[in-house]
């Protein structure tokens, strides 16, 4: 027997509709969920706009409480270091997801949070952010990754994520070139033909609230993309991985870990992730917010979750071909234009 107490609340928003679904569930072991769908169709017009009418939102809510052993899409860590990771058994996961979609749309010109600047220059269409494109806050790093080396302070991933001992990371999977920072999956011949990918991070700098932006696309499906924030004391949790697609060119997510059974609360969009956008995240002791292309699509403002230590930013790609999914079929990369930095005033 299981007593599960639920919130159902559809609003209609800055030009999104979102369905926020919150489960909490009694017993040591739980599963729930629930499925919605609007009907005959709901979409979204242009930012800041609102209208029903043609296609479908589908969204989907799962609460859990399950061992921490079962990781599925969206619910597995992503451990920097090589080496192998064992959970401990007596651990729990717990998670629960929201689901929102974006329109499809030419980016707006004004945004409530940084897009860029239009720049036909650039390889994706826009030039970082100004530093002044955020109220209250200065811009503390910004890299438009130009050059054939890595920017200073950079640094890439090399051998078996732990966790994951299907995947291998390796330096010669990072490539500069052409104004763009690449994250590269093909199979290696150097690791007897299996698929290799590509890593990044800020490793040597740390910040306890901030707000990221990244100008990125993926190139094709197979290897989950995951740029993140990583504890810089790596004592895991936290994190807080703001742009993950599981292999997908359609969709992403965003998940925050907390606590040390392994807490989870994520949100997903519907995007076409080959097109170049500029993914955000927003870190306060308040809240954590989302952003893609300028627009929030999605946060946590509950003070629990929220990490309050040192935080670096990693970019990368991993395939997860042992566990059913991520595994390529074919090469494929994550292009990064930019990245941009800002600090609490």
Known sequence: MRRVHSRFDRSWGNGFLTVRVRHL???????SSLVAMTGPGASAA??????????VLRAFSTSRNLPSSWWSPGHHRHHRGPGPWTPPVTTTTTTTTTTTTVPTSVPPTHTPYPIGVADNSEPSGMAPPSADAMPGYTQSYVSDFNGSNLPQGWSTFAGQPGGDAGA?????????????????????????????AGGVCQCSVGNTYAAYFVRSRTTGPGPTVVQLLWPKAHVWPPEVDFNETDGTTSRTSATVHWGASNSQSQRRVAIDMTAWHTWGVIWTPESII???????????????????QAMTLDLTQQTWCSSGFACPTSPQSMQVDWVAEFAPS
């Open 290 to 308: 989302y952003t893609v292309d300028g627009e929030e699509w999605g946060s946590v403002k509950v003070a629990s979750e929220i990490p309050n």
């Open 46 to 55: 242009p930012y800041g706009k609102r209208a029903l009418g043609g296609g």
């Open 168 to 196: 291998l990371w390796s330096s010669a999977h990072v490539t500069m070139g052409g104004g763009l920072l690449q994250l590269n999956t093909w199979q290696d011949p150097e690791y007897g033909n299996e698929w290799v």
């Open 25 to 31: 569930a009694v017993l040591a072991v739980a599963v």
